[in-house]
């Protein structure tokens, strides 16, 4: 780990317009399971003020990305970002984070140009960066989509508020232009308790799912509580199985699990219904 | 009720132009207009004038409308401007007028200014605002705005409002089931200009004493919010409502650090799901002690989704925050669910609820609280 690429590694943003979509969960388990496949990760908790990276893995960083900023504004030629990096290891898989701020003062001063090095410069070292952020179009993640290889846009359906922000989401991440590849739709806690069907929201996304997890409150609220990982535990639960699934997408190696996401079944109908009145 | 109106206006063009106006605006006779002060103080009683406009602009605004107050005691005093000035206003209303209107104005507009000042809907003189601030998003407060919204209204028959600053994602127009034309970007961009009854028009009613001021309808017009006008918007809307509540996006920004700051109380919210909500609010709440020497008086706790919901658990999240809890909602989630997707109020859904008893616990504590600085 930690030895100069030739090429530069993939980076993989997961980005939501709702809160507590699984942004956090999912992508601490996506830099865990690309570990355990052999990959060399790094994992960056771009949710400055509240980030909870370090909370879901109960690291204690001694440097954060308020102490990096700092060393690479000073230009000191032999900074090594990769040593100011904070490790986390279970049995025998180890990934690298980069920690958000302690202080709501120092993230309110991080820097979107110099996050930008940051990642480039991460690139360089790791095959994987795997980017947390918050849900809204920030300057800051705006920058960091653009940086993107891959941008998980991820939704989950639980009241009509949180569709139609979805739905804006979706349209304006769509009206950045990226490569159509680029963006993957992921449905997190599918069936968890609304009203609403899966259906009636891809009719209205005029998208399917790329991918869809699982509702499972008890695994995953384990998994915060121990700091293991889903796809670390021994317990193989269904949500860590499709967690897998879903990286096996990603880094294109063969399907190991059968993919849970059934083919979403949109009507040949448009989507006339109550959800449209909407966005009339 | 025909308004005998008595015109005092400073500038000669403007007399002439206002004059036609009142003119031609309906149910109004206009009895007597002067282009000096003194001539309209000492001979305007001669007409019997019900309803007077005043420039204020001329003169020193304060002492003209005591005077006129004097020297008509039972007539409407609507001041007249080139500016809507949050500030003096409230100086204005405790001299004895009831309105404001920006100048030059059309029959239309002076006939809703009229409407809305003649029945009895002065301008407010005590406001309290009340911004609700979470550190992470999902933590229930659009839900709670809302349906502390109605409770206050209907528990004291006063005018509430409630802005939705939540820029990029705000979520009130759906809880009402609203499709607004007039939304927080038109007002800001108005926001110089607008007398508090035209402001009145960007809000969309939702009950006889509720209205809304509903968010942008897409997360670029951001952009189109400045921070110094969306202050003026909230201090022009102080004027119209006895209780003003604020959405904002969560986390520290500019939008929910200038509303917290302009705000009678700032209510932080978060969701209990047993997970780092309690750290994040104990690491925002130290922040604001930082700032604010009364913190105590200025922030509030609320915490949603609690289970076992009661005194018991209050206490135990008082105890592990080092903060007084200001209220405790219980876990309600397919009420408010629903009562979203339909576009209706918990509250009404089900009135006798946990949910319904723990908004009008809270609604108590404010209208107790406001009674009590209202007769100070
Ligand atoms: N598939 C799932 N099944 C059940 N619970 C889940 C699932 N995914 C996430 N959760 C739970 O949802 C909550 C929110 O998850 P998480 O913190 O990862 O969301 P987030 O998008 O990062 O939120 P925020 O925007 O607030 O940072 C957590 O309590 C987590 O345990
Ligand atoms: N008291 C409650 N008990 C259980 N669930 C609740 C409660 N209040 C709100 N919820 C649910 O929590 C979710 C978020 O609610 P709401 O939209 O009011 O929160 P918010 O803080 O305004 O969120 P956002 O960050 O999206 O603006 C919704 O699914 C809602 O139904
Ligand atoms: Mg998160
Ligand atoms: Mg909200």
């Known amino acids: ?280 | 009720m025909a308004h005998n109106v008595l015109l005092y206006e400073s500038n000669r063009i403007m007399l002439g132009t206002l004059s036609n106006v009142i003119k031609s605006a309906p149910n109004c006779n206009l009895v007597a207009s002067y282009q000096s002060h003194t001539d309209a103080l000492g001979q305007g009683k001669v007409f019997n004038p019900n309803l007077l406009l005043i420039d204020v602009e001329s003169q020193d605004a304060t002492w003209l409308i005591t005077e006129f107050r004097k020297a008509f005691p039972s007539a409407i005093i609507i001041c007249m401007g080139e500016r809507w000035q949050a500030d003096s206003a409230s100086h204005l209303v405790q001299a004895g007028a009831s309105g404001y209107i920006i100048k030059p104005f059309s029959a239309v507009e002076l006939k809703d200014t009229i409407d809305t000042f003649a029945k009895g809907g002065g301008l407010e003189t005590s406001c309290k605002v009340m911004t609700f601030f979470s550190p992470k998003g999902k933590s229930g407060k659009t839900t709670l705005i809302a349906n502390l919204a109605m409770s206050l209204a209907r528990k004291t028959n006063e005018p509430v409002g409630i802005i939705d600053a939540d820029l990029q994602f705000g979520d009130m127009a759906v809880f009402f089931n609203l499709n607004p034309s007039n939304t927080i970007v038109e007002a800001a961009r108005d926001a110089d200009f607008l007398a508090p009854v035209s402001l009145q028009s960007f809000f969309v009613p939702v009950t006889d004493n509720v209205s809304v001021l509903c968010g942008t309808r897409n997360p670029s017009l951001i952009d189109r919010v400045a921070i110094k006008d969306f202050e003026t918007v909230v201090n022009s809307a102080r004027s119209l409502f006895k209780y003003l509540l604020i959405d904002v996006p969560a986390g520290f920004n500019p939008t929910s650090i200038s509303a917290a700051e302009i705000a009678d109380v700032t209510y932080l919210v978060a969701m209990n799901n047993d997970g780092f909500e309690k750290q994040h609010i104990r690491k925002a709440i130290s922040l604001f002690e930082e700032d604010w020497p009364d913190v105590k008086d200025r922030l509030k706790v609320v915490f949603t989704r609690v289970e076992p919901y009661g005194a018991e658990k209050s206490s135990e999240l008082e105890n592990q925050l080092g903060f007084p809890m200001e209220g405790i909602l219980p876990n309600e989630y397919m009420l408010v669910s629903k009562a979203a997707d339909n576009g209706r109020m918990a509250l009404d859904i089900a009135s006798d609820s946990r949910l319904s008893d723990a908004i009008s616990h809270l609604a108590d504590k404010i209208i107790r609280h406001q009674v009590r600085r209202d007769t100070l």
């Open chain 1, 1 to 280: 780990m930690a030895e100069e690429n030739l090429i530069n590694g993939v980076v993989i943003t997961f980005f939501s317009t709702a809160s507590a979509v699984g942004k956090t969960l999912i992508s601490v388990n996506m830099a865990s399971e690309l570990a355990r496949e052999g990959y060399s990760v790094c994992l960056l908790d771009m949710d400055l003020q509240f980030g909870d990276v370090s909370n879901y893995l109960k690291l204690n960083p001694i440097y954060t990305m308020a102490d990096i900023q700092r060393m690479m504004q000073a230009e000191n030629s032999d900074f090594k970002i990769y040593e100011f990096l904070t490790e986390y290891e279970h049995r025998g898989v180890a990934f690298h984070v980069l920690p958000a701020p302690l202080q709501l003062s120092e993230a309110y001063n991080i820097e979107p140009e110099i996050v930008e090095s940051m990642v480039r410069d991460l690139q360089r070292y790791y095959d994987y960066i795997i980017v947390d952020t918050t849900s809204m179009f920030s300057t800051l993640n705006m920058r960091l989509l653009d940086l993107s290889t891959i941008v998980t846009f991820l939704g989950i359906v639980d009241f009509i508020p949180t569709i139609k922000n979805m739905k804006i989401g979706n349209d304006t991440l769509r009206s950045l232009g990226y490569d159509s590849n680029k963006i993957r739709l992921v449905l997190n806690r599918s069936d968890a308790k609304s009203q609403i069907s899966r259906a009636d929201v891809e009719n209205l996304l005029e998208e399917r799912f790329y991918h869809i997890l699982p509702n499972d409150f008890r695994s995953a609220s384990t998994s915060i509580k121990t700091g293991v990982p889903l796809v670390l535990s021994p317990d193989d639960s269904e949500l860590a199985r499709a967690l897998r699934s879903l990286v096996s997408l990603y880094t294109n190696k063969p399907v190991e699990y059968e993919s849970i996401a059934e083919p979403g079944d949109i009507s040949e109908e448009k989507s006339g219904g109550w959800l449209s009145k909407l966005f009339n």
